[in-house]
């Protein structure tokens, strides 16, 4: 029978490129936004985070960009490696208006990145 | 380097059977998170505590899943009876509240 299940969108990259990943967030009250690699058989690992007032983070070879006005966050990664090959998932907070959020993240679907040496 | 660690790593069991997967948080974080992640659906949030309080277990089975936090070092998820559609990759995660969650290794759970 045919499976279902989610299909990712995927990224394939050469090694040494930059490598952009995109992600759209539903929650215009969102007030922090992260970036969660993961590799296979492991949990998902912090990469980077941004705070709504803030455009552009940048870390060690990663830049986080927001745009808030569409709503929009990316990643960028300098000079890839084989071991950036991982599913990227973006997870935004939102605004903790009234106490009620206590940091529940919203994970967006995910992005294969895969790096060919 | 503190870490979120999870055990048991894997999980065989048969239908039916009681499962217990236990989660210690980072020292410290004060907020712990239950996830479930499988093909189908991806990561799905299942239930959070927050001083060792339960906040939200709405995205939990009520029938068969329990979560929590007998003290501040030990978070426990359990499913009791287990059923195939329950065989996932379980990951806790651990915050200090409002800021970055760190995840667990993560449990593979099979039922059969």
């Known amino acids: 029978g045919e499976s279902v299940g989610l299909h990712l969108p995927t990224l394939s990259v050469q090694e040494g490129d930059n490598s952009i990943i995109n992600c759209a967030y539903s929650?215009?009250?969102?007030?922090?936004f992260i970036w969660y690699k993961q590799e296979s058989g492991k949990g998902p690992q912090f990469i980077i985070d941004?705070?709504?007032?803030?455009d552009k983070r940048q870390g060690q070879r990663v830049t986080v960009l927001l745009n808030k006005t569409v709503k929009h966050l990316s990643l960028q990664i300098a000079a890839t490696q084989p071991g950036d090959s991982a599913v990227y998932f973006c997870?935004?907070?939102?605004?903790?208006?009234?106490?009620?959020?206590?940091?529940?993240?919203?994970f967006g679907q995910g992005t294969i990145l895969t790096v060919h040496p | 380097d503190a870490r979120v660690t999870q055990t048991p790593r894997h999980k065989v069991t048969e239908m039916g059977q009681e499962v217990t997967m236990r989660c210690q948080p980072i020292l410290g974080h004060n907020t712990v998170f239950w996830y479930r992640q499988t093909m189908m659906q991806g990561l799905e949030l299942l239930a959070y505590f927050r001083n060792r309080a339960p906040l939200d277990d709405s995205g939990m089975p009520k029938d068969r899943f329990s979560a929590e936090m007998p003290d501040a070092t030990l978070a426990t998820l359990k499913i009791q009876p287990s059923e195939p559609r329950d065989s996932a990759v379980y990951f806790c995660a651990s915050a200090q509240a409002g800021e970055t969650q760190y995840f667990g290794p993560g449990t593979r759970l099979t039922v059969l």
């Open positions: 929650n215009s009250a969102s007030d922090y």
């Open positions: 941004i705070r709504s007032n803030m």
């Open positions: 997870a935004e907070i939102p605004s903790n208006a009234g106490g009620t959020s206590y940091g529940k993240l919203t």
